[in-house]
């Protein structure tokens, strides 16, 4: 530990920590919007300066040394933070009335606390440009204050670069390599960046208005999914804390909304399960293509095609859980319902931007029909709902719909960073030794490690040896092992966010210094495995409606008929 001074006040605090950190736990809030913990740690903003002896020293990035006398309420202080917000604000398109993160802006809440009442600079403007090209991203330099933390997001964490600071001066801005659209870049749309931009540059592309379209169209048969992710981070955006579960409410609300059927996807992970493991099962068999790659997050199917092309027939045949779903709404149920697919439409609501991308893929439609036709995020549902002015807190809870709307705890589990590959366990040992088992938590491929190596063994004595890996980081770190011949698997589950879909980009947003002091990986997680160990139906195999729906319809797991509807092929 170190001694320190601050304010007059002698303080005991861990080496290694930095000023503003050591005075937040004083209960002194240092205001600051460039710093973001283990993503940005650029001191470029000059929100955050504090006096050390005769000088102003960015607080976010100064380590506490003992002995240090630190100011952090002088009239030298409180002007020079001023005045780097007068700056930023005064290059700001301040519309908060009509921005999404009116209300949740950090720009907005460093400017309350410095009372600032009116903006003193004014002069030209820097870059006003807006991209719109992604389906996924929308980049509008015009609220951009060039704090940096979208390019550690993107670069430093994720390791793709596809943004990055150009040009110099004042006509510096955030752009792509030689300031392309974004929709021609590398991004991955991941939406990374979105969570850690503090202000409205950067957000999701918007489909509210298409889906209020949808429902109000008396000739569309209009259904709803929702992604295992977003049931334990909705409530967020009401009030409610990190990590409570609300998926009885989040139907309730659905269903007010005007949604024909309110469906989970948790049924499509299910789904997935029984074709990915009957596929992993033939694969160890053959030998070919291993490691099978999980293929659900389509954030890792583009840095894969951008990064290891050759690899790509490593990548699992199955669509992902939600284009699962979306495929069987539009043939086994509309065929139970006797209506035209044409006429329906799907919707899924994704703790993920990415799925916006890939909602649009052709490799994930049936004759020329999308198998999903809007993708939401949690935070788009959650705008809908409070424009529908659904009192969501108080809703009562209410089940999903039959059939599609079923899942099990399996399913439920996906959301996390392990879950999809302690599904395929629960399954496969099953089917491997033809009898039920007791096991039902593989917690070995739990928690919150960048890359999770374990090795099991079946019931008939062979092996499969697993790597779970979330943040893209990591997963490059991973398949360049692997390329140099230093590590091998039999299957590989990635997620391209760090914690899997829990923290996907379309989730709500935190302010820098709550997910400092928030696990929040850690409690969404917690709170999908608490919502898997409620369930009565733990295994995908078990479900009932799945088992009903391989007897009514597809036959057996890879038959002719799934191949058709479920699995597709990836190409560079
Ligand atoms: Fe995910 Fe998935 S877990 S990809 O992260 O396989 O988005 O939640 O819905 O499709 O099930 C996201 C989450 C989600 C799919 C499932
Ligand atoms: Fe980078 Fe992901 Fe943002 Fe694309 S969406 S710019 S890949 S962080
Ligand atoms: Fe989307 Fe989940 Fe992949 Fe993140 S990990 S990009 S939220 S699918």
């Not at 709550?514 to 999908?528: E, G, N, P, W």
């Amino acid at each position: 530990t170190v001694k320190i001074m601050i304010d007059g006040v002698e303080t005991e605090i861990v080496k290694g920590t930095t000023v503003l950190e050591a005075a937040r736990d004083q209960g002194i809030n240092i205001p600051s919007l460039c710093y973001l913990q283990g993503v940005n740690h650029s001191s470029s903003c000059r929100v955050c300066v504090v006096e050390v002896g005769p000088r102003l020293i960015a607080s976010c990035t100064l380590i506490a040394e003992d002995g240090m006398k630190i100011q952090t309420n002088t009239k030298k202080v409180r002007d020079a933070r001023r005045t780097s917000a007068q700056l930023l604000l005064s290059d700001h398109d301040r519309e908060c009335l009509s921005c999404s993160r009116g209300g949740n802006c950090e720009l907005q809440s460093v400017s309350n606390s410095l009372n600032i009442r009116e903006v003193t600079y004014t002069g030209e403007h820097s870059s006003r440009e807006k991209d719109y090209s992604s389906p996924a991203i929308v980049r509008d330099a015009s609220k951009c204050i060039l704090c940096g933390r979208c390019v550690g997001a993107c670069g430093t964490v994720q390791t793709v670069g596809a943004i990055g600071f150009a040009k110099r001066g004042f006509d510096t801005v955030i752009s792509t390599a030689f300031g392309r659209p974004l929709a021609e870049s590398t991004c991955v749309n991941c939406g990374q960046c979105i969570m850690a931009c503090p202000v409205g540059a950067l957000t999701e592309h918007e489909n509210i208005r298409d889906v209020w379209d949808a429902i109000a169209d008396p000739d569309q048969y209009v259904v709803v999914q929702t992604a295992p992710a977003v049931r334990v981070a909705l409530g967020e955006e009401f009030g409610l804390p990190v990590g409570t579960r609300t998926t009885g409410k989040m139907a309730a609300a659905l269903r007010r909304l005007g949604f024909n059927k309110v469906f989970d996807t948790v049924f499509g992970a299910d789904l997935t399960i029984m074709e990915e493991g009957t596929e992993l099962l033939s694969r160890l068999s053959s030998g070919q293509n291993l490691p099978l790659m999980t293929s659900c997050c389509p954030g890792w199917v583009k840095f894969m095609e951008h990064n290891f092309p050759d690899m790509l027939d490593n990548l699992s045949t199955c669509k992902s859980p939600h284009e699962m779903e979306g495929a069987m709404v539009k043939s086994y149920f509309a065929g139970k319902l006797g209506i035209d697919p044409q006429k329906i439409t799907v919707v899924s609501i994704m703790p993920c931007t990415a799925k916006k991308f890939e909602g649009a893929r052709e490799e994930l439609s049936n004759k020329d029909m999308q198998d999903v036709d809007w993708v939401l995020t949690t935070r788009e549902l959650a705008a809908m709902i409070k424009e529908a002015g659904i009192d969501f807190v108080n809703l009562k809870d209410e089940e999903f719909d039959n059939p599609l709307g079923v899942g099990s705890g399996a399913g439920t589990i996906f959301g996390a960073t392990g879950g999809v590959s302690e599904a395929a366990l629960r399954t496969v040992f099953e089917l491997v030794s033809g009898q039920p088992l007791d096991t039902i938590e593989y917690t070995a491929v739990r928690g919150m490690d960048g890359i999770k190596e374990n090795t099991v063994e079946l019931p008939d004595g062979r092996t499969i040896r697993t790597a779970v890996v979330h943040g893209l980081g990591n997963a490059r770190r991973l398949m360049e092992a692997m390329q140099r011949g230093e590590k091998s698997y039999d299957f590989m589950e990635v997620m391209a966010c760090a914690g899997g879909c829990i923290t996907g980009g379309g989730q709500p947003i935190l302010n820098a210094a709550d997910s400092s002091r928030l696990d929040v990986k850690a409690l969404r997680a917690k709170a999908i495995y608490s919502e898997d160990e409620a369930q009565t139906v733990r295994k995908s195999h078990h479900n009932p409606f799945i088992k009903q729906l391989y007897a009514e319809f597809l036959g057996e797991p890879n038959s002719h008929l799934a191949h058709e509807l479920l699995h597709t092929h990836y190409t560079a």
